[in-house]
Every structure is written in structure tokens, then in C-alpha cells.
T-cell receptor
Framework: SAVISQKPSRDICQRGTSLTIQCQVD?????MFWYRQQPGQSLTLIAT?????????ESGFVIDKFPISRPNLTFSTLTVSNMSPEDSSIYLC???????????????FGPGTRLTVL | EDKVVQSPLSLVVHEGDTVTLNCSYE??????LLWYKQEKKAPTFLFML????IEKKSGRLSSILDKKELFSILNITATQTGDSAVYLC?????????????????FGQGTILTVHP
């Protein structure tokens, strides 16, 4: 498995501001993913970040609202822009270790960032 | 659109009981099914199931996949209060984008399990 850290672990932000969440992995990984988990809901994929290419966004999520960077194989950031109270969620990054064979679809999650927008 | 449905949505039991959690799915390009336990923020990996009929076991937890009927179950025997959590089922489908192939997870709603002493 991979060891994943996220910063910040939590934050309280004002409406209209932006927050950048960092995700660091202890090993090189091919794919990194960003999820949102709204209160009482399950995880929803925001986008997939492949190093060296543009992130791929899921339906309902756009780059202007959630810009993502993936500068190398161990690091990614997600920015939540122009925040509103509806953006209050837990944001999680995950990685696919890309091991060959039957375990190549395992995904491991970071500790999450709990965001509250006032 | 890929779809994963879990049942029940919540379950309250007493220590020592056995529980069965269900997960049904409809996805294209199925690769595998994953079970996670979520207690605070980060889901922790429990099982990955790829083949039908092969039971995976870890202590008091076990899981099996039926690819013909498109479902999986997660069993927990002799439940303990520490088993109280949200249990998430996710199905991995293979996606090709930008010249890269990867597994995309679609999650179910989760089952909230509460185990009373």
C-alpha cells in the first residue's frame, strides 16, 4: 500500500475565497484521484489526475471551480475556488499504485480534508 | 451510467450478532469490486474481489462476489463495537483517457453499521 498525507486536515473558510488542498504520496504512482464526500453522502469522484496531462473531470465538475495540478508522480493539489457553503465537504485524494496483475485496481485513500464554508 | 446500490442503508445490532451487507451493481467494463470501512474520514481498504465464488476472509470479515448476478456480500461475524462504521462498496471499471488506461471507482451509498454493547 501507499502512505498518503493531505494538508490541511481541516479548514473553515469564508464564502468567495479559495482553498488549495495538497496530497503527497510516499512513492511514485501513476494515477491520483480527487473525491468529494458531502455530509451524509458517499464518495463522488471529482477528477482523475495523471502526471503530465490535463486532469479528467467527471460530469458536474469543471476545471474553473476545481483546478488540479499534478507536477510529479508523488504530488497533486486540488483547489476549491470561489467557495460557497455548498462546498462544505470532506475532500479525499486517492492513489492507484499501478502494480501489475490482479491488484492493479486497488486504490488507497488519504486522511481527507474537512472543509467548512461559512 | 455506472450504478452501485448498497443495502441496507443502516443497521443496528448488538455485540455478537452476525451481519450481512449487500452490494449490487451495473457497470460497463467491470474489473473488480472493493469493500472499504470508513470510521472518520479516510476509507480503509478491506477486500478486492475479482472472480466469482471465491471467498475472501480476514478475521471475522468475509466477502464474496457473484459476477453473474452482479452482487457482492460482506459478512461480519461476532460483531464488536469497534465494527461500528460506514461500509462502502465500490466497483472498478476500466477507463481509457488521454492514452492512459486506469480503474475508475463508483461508490455505493454506504451502509451505516452500529454495534451496541
Amino acid at each position: 500500500s501507499a502512505v498518503i498525507s493531505q494538508k490541511p486536515s481541516r479548514d473553515i473558510c469564508q464564502r468567495g475565497t479559495s482553498l488549495t488542498i495538497q496530497c503527497q504520496v510516499d512513492s511514485q504512482v501513476t494515477m491520483m484521484f480527487w473525491y468529494r464526500q458531502q455530509p451524509g453522502q458517499s464518495l463522488t469522484l471529482i477528477a482523475t489526475a495523471n502526471q503530465g496531462s490535463e486532469a479528467t473531470y467527471e460530469s458536474g465538475f469543471v476545471i474553473d471551480k476545481f483546478p488540479i495540478s499534478r507536477p510529479n508522480l508523488t504530488f497533486s493539489t486540488l483547489t476549491v475556488s470561489n467557495m460557497s457553503p455548498e462546498d462544505s465537504s470532506i475532500y479525499l485524494c486517492s492513489v492507484q499504485t499501478g502494480l501489475a496483475g490482479p491488484r492493479d485496481n486497488e486504490q488507497f485513500f488519504g486522511p481527507g480534508t474537512r472543509l467548512t464554508v461559512l | 451510467e455506472d450504478k452501485v446500490v448498497q443495502s441496507p442503508l443502516s443497521l443496528v445490532v448488538h455485540e455478537g450478532d452476525t451481519v450481512t451487507l449487500n452490494c449490487s451493481y451495473e457497470v460497463t467494463n467491470f474489473r473488480s469490486l472493493l469493500w472499504y470501512k470508513q470510521e472518520k474520514k479516510a476509507p480503509t481498504f478491506l477486500f478486492m474481489l475479482t472472480s466469482s465464488g471465491i471467498e475472501k476472509k480476514s478475521g471475522r470479515l468475509s466477502s464474496i462476489l457473484d459476477k453473474k448476478e452482479l452482487f457482492s456480500i460482506l459478512n461480519i461475524t461476532a460483531t464488536q463495537t469497534g465494527d461500528s462504521a460506514v461500509y462502502l462498496c465500490a466497483v472498478v471499471s476500466r477507463v481509457n483517457a488521454g492514452g492512459t488506461s486506469y480503474g475508475k471507482l463508483t461508490f455505493g451509498q454506504g451502509t451505516i453499521l452500529t454495534v451496541h454493547p
